[in-house]
């Protein structure tokens, strides 16, 4: 073995423990798999997951998932993602049968079976029983102070599927995607009857309004449920008399999730970065205006982008980008704008592909002028679809050039969307959570919380007083009253309803109206 070779390896088995070290702050780079393939390595299992597994992400620790898991679902895939396929494999749904890209799933093994055993070992041997449960938490209260709750009547009859809500900033209307290919726009002022309606392309996911309402660009996903489409577009949308006009933007997109713009080439039109979320292929990618066309280019070829902000991070004059990725590689990572339409890459907070990373705000939250990063991790609809211990809300304060140090959490399962604004206007932010994935047993039921905070970092969690439940998936923040305060609107996505012929009546939304005046 060579000298790197050996300093690289054995310099990762030290290090791997330590939880959110990023990979560029390690003075040596971790080995690939080729070459820990290619090596006779003695060592034990843990030794071998620090080794391995952080080839790809973080290294997970055992005490992540149960041991059940663990064994049928997260080291099955593990295994043969680097080429290693036992006995027990055959007559099993294979890589080739899932439509997977070339490429994901090894054609040649990176690991033996007996180095194999004793990683899988390591993991069985110290992964607990049954999930840890939640740490002790401050109750939630009954009731959630300065807001009534409104679920407004339709006579529709269409299923309960909202896959996007906004509310239109010059008019106040509330703008609602369907995810059978729709969008309704809704008139708060007349208990938000329906005043229209837009043909999309597939389920409407993001949306970004011209000069007015009149005119629009609109994201719309592809394929929804999991999968390795390409089928996501932009679209641009003008009002024609009583009728919409619609052309392609941005076509051939990987399951798009979120969509922002700002002018990175100081041409005067506004460029365009695109999360490309897709599954097992995706990218982040920025648009760039270039005469009647759109220049390309990938941020990061990876899945998992799920939300960016664009400010001038390094305040060196010029745009870069902050994003969220959420798939196997979690955390968060700067693209700090070079110029010429290059962008150096930087890793801010790393997380374990379990972690469940869903969507943040950049915002500064404890007055000290820094934006800090507020983040939901909550999702578990892949491998590991389990309550686990760390899904739940989190702040990590900003102590200054993006070091960013974690600094509350709140446990909540299943944590997915959230707001954040200063909802009872006393002069700081306050935080709305929507939980996609609650536990169901959970008393009360934990799928939207509101913490009110009072005072610097001191959050008071409330839960709402309903009647009947719902399962949630999306809420936006907006003033729909027009009273100088802001409202919150949550978008009911019923799973019973993506099979079934229904012919129950309408009921997509509840309102929180706020009573600040």
């Avoid at 008399?241 to 700002?262: F, H, I, T």
């Avoid at 959420?326 to 700067?334: D, S, V, W």
Wanted: with cysteine; net charge negative; glycine share 8%.
């Amino acid at each position: 073995m060579n000298s790197f070779r050996l300093i690289a390896i054995y310099s990762l088995i030290l290090l791997g423990a330590v939880f959110c070290k990023p990979i560029s702050e390690r003075k040596q780079p971790p080995p690939t798999l080729e070459q820990l393939a290619s090596e006779d390595l003695n060592l034990n299992g843990e030794q071998l997951a620090n080794a391995y597994c952080a080839t790809c992400h973080l290294k997970p620790e055992p005490e992540i998932l149960d041991k059940s898991t663990w064994k049928e679902k997260v080291l099955p895939d593990m295994r043969k993602r680097m080429g290693l396929y036992l006995e027990e494999d055959f007559g099993s749904i294979m890589p080739i049968d899932m439509d997977v890209p070339k490429g994901i799933y090894s054609e040649i093994p990176y690991i033996n079976k007996d180095n194999w055993e004793k990683l899988e070992a390591y993991y069985l041997d110290n992964a607990p029983d049954i999930s840890i449960p939640q740490a002790d938490k401050a109750s939630a209260n009954l009731g959630i102070p300065g807001f009534e709750i409104v679920r407004p009547k339709f006579t529709n009859l269409y299923p309960d599927l909202v896959t996007l809500l906004r509310v239109e900033p010059v008019s106040g209307k509330l703008w609602l995607g369907y995810r059978f290919k729709s969008i309704f726009v809704l008139d708060p002022s007349h208990d938000f009857h329906v005043i229209d309606s837009i043909e999309t392309e597939t389920a409407p996911i993001d949306i970004h309004w011209e000069d007015d309402s009149n005119s629009f660009e609109l994201l719309t996903i592809g394929m929804m449920d999991t999968s390795n489409d390409s089928s996501g577009v932009v679209n641009g949308f003008y009002k024609s008399g009583q009728d919409w006009v619609s052309g392609a933007v941005l076509e051939n997109l990987k399951r798009p999730v979120s969509l922002e713009y700002a002018d990175f080439n100081g041409d005067g039109i506004l460029d365009k970065v695109v999360c490309e979320f897709g599954n097992h292929i995706g990218e982040l990618s920025l648009f760039k205006s270039n005469g009647d066309q759109w220049e390309k280019v990938v941020l990061k070829n990876s899945p998992g982008a799920r939300r960016v902000f664009i400010e001038d991070l390094d305040q060196d004059g010029d745009l870069d980008i902050l994003a969220l990725m959420t798939q196997a590689n979690e955390g968060f990572f700067a693209f700090f704008n070079q110029g010429d339409g290059e962008f150096k890459e930087k890793s801010l907070l790393r997380f374990h592909p379990a972690f469940g990373s869903i969507d943040f705000q950049f915002l500064d939250i404890n007055h000290d002028g820094l934006k800090d990063l507020i983040l939901v991790n909550g999702d578990h609809g892949d491998l590991a679809p389990v309550l686990k211990n760390y899904h739940g809300v989190r702040i990590f304060l900003n102590e200054g050039d993006l070091d960013f140090e974690p600094s509350w959490f709140y446990p909540m399962y299943g944590a997915s969307d959230l707001e954040v604004a200063d909802f009872d206007q006393d002069g700081d932010l306050d935080i709305f959570v929507l939980s996609f994935f609650p536990d169901q047993n959970q008393s009360s039921k934990q799928n939207l919380l509101y913490f009110q905070q009072n005072g610097m970092m001191d959050f008071l969690p409330y839960a709402p007083d309903i009647e009947k439940d719902s399962h949630w998936l999306t809420m936006t923040k907006g003033d729909l009253g027009g009273d100088g305060d802001l409202d919150l609107v949550v978008g009911v996505f019923e799973y019973d309803d993506l099979n079934t012929s229904t012919q129950k009546t309408w009921s997509p939304i509840l309102v929180f109206k706020n009573q600040k005046k």
